[in-house]
């Protein structure tokens, strides 16, 4: 069948062709990640990386860099290093693969020039540009291994990634490196650290009491008390702009609540709190899934079920809590809470003194499970 777009100036063979890097996993993670990034994901953050190049090197040169680089992916795949394909029989397979490129291109000549100059001038490393790309792609890779030692909980093993920190040669990226290593350490150090942290969801207002974190050595965080005392704090970078979202109801971003969760569960382990329980988050289950990423898996789940007369009477003595889950979204929370066998329902109609008394219990055994570090 004749290329009907061979003739004509239409974009449109080049995008297709684009599209497959939306779906080639980069292969180097298929050992340990499921579902791994894909190749367009991969240039897309280091096209982000290449914003940030340092003073004296031609930032626009090193995004177009990072946009091309591995556009003859699109064509030849993702080939490893495990693969064993010799290093010049691959660059000759990507030479082929950008040429195909630049035929598509073929009413934009210059630009199919470009992008193929591009790529030998990354693969050449001899430019400024090139060279911080070059570094960025490896630095890229490094952060891309701690989120995936995040999202599968420690139990991936990612060490062989860590062996191109020794690419990582600048000053600025040295810098970025350590500060790297040091979240990557304390991750870790968390996953050995295992405390108690409850999610109190539904209506947890009713035991808003700060009588049961004084004897009982708890420390209760209501997320919307700590929204609005950082957005008081006019040396806190983020003030305004949560100034801005709580009187405009706008969403909090999810990295911005979770880190400052973990900054007060921090807090509290550092003067001795046995557990942390947490009023008005998850409200959703990306919420749920950051928090387990960057702090703690598996956590508790303490849900207090209202009749209406039981959730009018919290209304009418301001003890309803901020959590704005949708019922779906609440039940979806619930589900995933329970799936770790970790949660305990309690029915919050009677007396606050019931209802108090039957929350310390639950919170106690939560504690004692946490300790025993089953």
């Known amino acids: ?16 062709l684009m599209h497959n890097l939306k779906t080639t996993p980069r292969t180097g993670w298929l050992r340990t990640i499921k579902n791994p990034e894909s190749v367009a994901d991969h240039s897309f953050r280091l096209a982000l990386l290449a914003m940030l190049a340092p003073e004296g090197v ?11 680089h591995d556009m003859a992916e699109s064509v030849v795949g993702d080939i490893p290093t495990y693969a064993g394909v010799p290093k010049e029989h691959k660059r ?4 082929s693969g950008f040429r195909y490129i630049s035929n598509l291109l073929h009413f934009k000549p210059n630009l199919g020039q470009d992008i193929r100059d591009a790529w030998v001038e990354y693969e050449n490393g001899e430019t400024k540009e090139a060279q911080w790309v070059r570094e960025m792609d490896k630095f890229e890779c490094l952060v891309q291994a701690h989120e995936y030692e995040q999202m599968t909980y420690g139990r991936g093993d990612l060490e062989e990634f860590q062996g191109l920190s020794s690419k990582i040669k600048s000053p600025k ?3 970025w490196l350590a500060l790297l290593q040091q979240e990557r350490q304390a991750h870790f150090s968390k996953l050995r650290q295992r405390i108690a942290v409850i999610f109190a969801i539904g ?27 950082k957005a008081d704090d006019k040396t806190y970078l983020h003030a305004d702009f949560l100034t801005n979202c709580l009187e405009e109801k706008a969403k909090v971003p999810t990295d911005l609540k979770i880190r400052l969760l973990g900054e007060k569960i921090d807090e509290g382990i550092a003067v001795g709190k046995k557990c942390s329980i947490v009023y008005g988050f998850p409200e959703s289950m990306e919420e749920l899934r950051g928090f387990e990423m960057k702090i703690q898996k598996p956590n508790y789940g303490l849900l207090l079920n209202f009749s209406g007369d039981g959730m009018q009477w919290c209304i009418d003595n301001e003890r309803v809590s901020f959590l704005s889950a949708t019922a779906n979204e609440l039940t979806d929370i619930k589900n ?35 300790e025993k570090g089953n």
Not at 58 to 68: D, K
Not at 353 to 369: G, N, R
């Open 92 to 95: 000759k397979l990507e030479d």
């Open 173 to 175: 990226a040295k810098e």
């Open 58 to 68: 031609n930032r626009e040169r090193c995004i177009f860099l990072a946009l091309c």
């Open 203 to 229: 209506s947890p207002s009713v035991v808003e009491k700060a009588l049961l974190s004084e004897q009982l050595g708890f420390q209760q965080l209501f997320l919307d008390h700590i929204l609005r005392e």
């Open 1 to 16: 069948m004749e290329d009907t777009h061979s003739k004509d100036g239409s974009p449109l063979p080049f995008l297709y």
């Open 336 to 370: 995933h809470l329970k799936e770790d066998g970790y949660f305990k329902e309690i029915n919050g109609d009677g007396s606050i003194e019931d209802v108090s008394d039957l929350v310390e219990k639950a919170v106690a055994e939560f504690v004692q499970h946490a």
